[in-house]
């Protein structure tokens, strides 16, 4: 790598774990990165995931305070490893190109759920009036799901896991952001230990995105936090269309 690539790298690390923390979508910015350096598709899918893991560690420790009680994250846990270790080995086993195709709409479509979460409430019921086996049932299958995705391309997992998880959850932005921020930081985790040991990794550009990310991560929780609610909400709908639509475009281009 010359110069003007580490640089992109470094730069494009510290971006991406600072937006991922504040708002998610953070693994979009340096999966272009990777593309551009020459990597080819999934091993940047699975460099991305591997290097940006720590950031997702240091968004937990920025935003710890904010945290649901233990007994609510707590049983989530093996939800979240069954769900990651799936979808990595789907990613090693199946085209990487079908689940391209579809990630448009998913990014799209959390941004949406995220920005009707009032109608929605409405219309499948408020968490504070559902029951407590059909809440939890609820945020099971959120973080199932978000483990598959994180497990198969991983790039705007923050805004799909924080639309479902808001849905899911009559709490605070702020909440929601440190809970997918922890669960998120646990999925980076299963999927460097299982790329780690069967993916395509690129080393020496994991190794110049995941002290940037760390830095970034940390840097953005702490300015998350900050936010009310209602001006965090808005950024995440604002950061989640705009991610759709590049990755929509890039796809019809």
């Known amino acids: 790598m010359d110069l003007f690539?580490?640089?992109l790298l470094v730069v494009g690390g510290f971006a991406?774990?600072?937006?991922?923390?504040?708002a998610g979508g953070g693994g979009l910015i340096t999966f272009p990165v990777l593309i551009l350096i020459?990597?080819?598709p999934v091993s940047a899918v699975v460099t991305n995931t591997v290097a940006l893991s720590p950031g997702s560690f240091a968004a937990v420790l920025g935003n710890r305070v904010d945290l649901p009680p233990r007994r609510e994250w707590l049983p989530l846990l093996p939800t979240a490893v069954v769900g990651t270790v799936a979808g990595s080995l789907l990613l090693l086993a199946a085209p990487a190109r079908v689940f391209e195709l579809v990630v448009p709409f998913l990014v799209l479509g959390a941004t949406a759920t995220l920005a009707l979460q009032g109608p929605l409430w409405r219309l499948v019921g408020h968490p504070r009036d559902l029951g407590p086996r059909r809440r939890t049932a609820?945020?099971?299958a959120v973080v199932a799901a978000g483990g598959v995705y994180c497990g198969y391309f991983t790039a705007a997992l923050g805004l799909v896991m924080i639309a479902g998880l808001a849905l899911a959850m009559d709490t605070t932005m702020a909440r929601v952001?440190?809970?997918k921020n922890l669960m998120g930081a646990l999925m980076g985790s299963?999927?460097?230990?299982v790329f780690g040991l069967f993916g395509p990794v690129n080393w020496a550009a994991a190794a110049l995105l995941a002290p940037a990310a760390l830095v970034g991560g940390y840097a953005g929780a702490r300015w998350a936090r900050r936010l009310p609610s209602a001006v965090l909400k808005a950024v995440i709908v604002a950061c989640g269309t705009a991610v759709g639509l590049y990755l929509l475009l890039r796809e019809l281009t």
């Open 5 to 7: 690539e580490v640089t």
């Open 16 to 22: 991406a774990g600072a937006v991922g923390a504040a």
């Open 38 to 40: 020459g990597l080819p």
């Open 138 to 140: 609820t945020l099971h």
């Open 177 to 179: 952001n440190a809970l």
């Open 190 to 193: 299963v999927t460097v230990v």
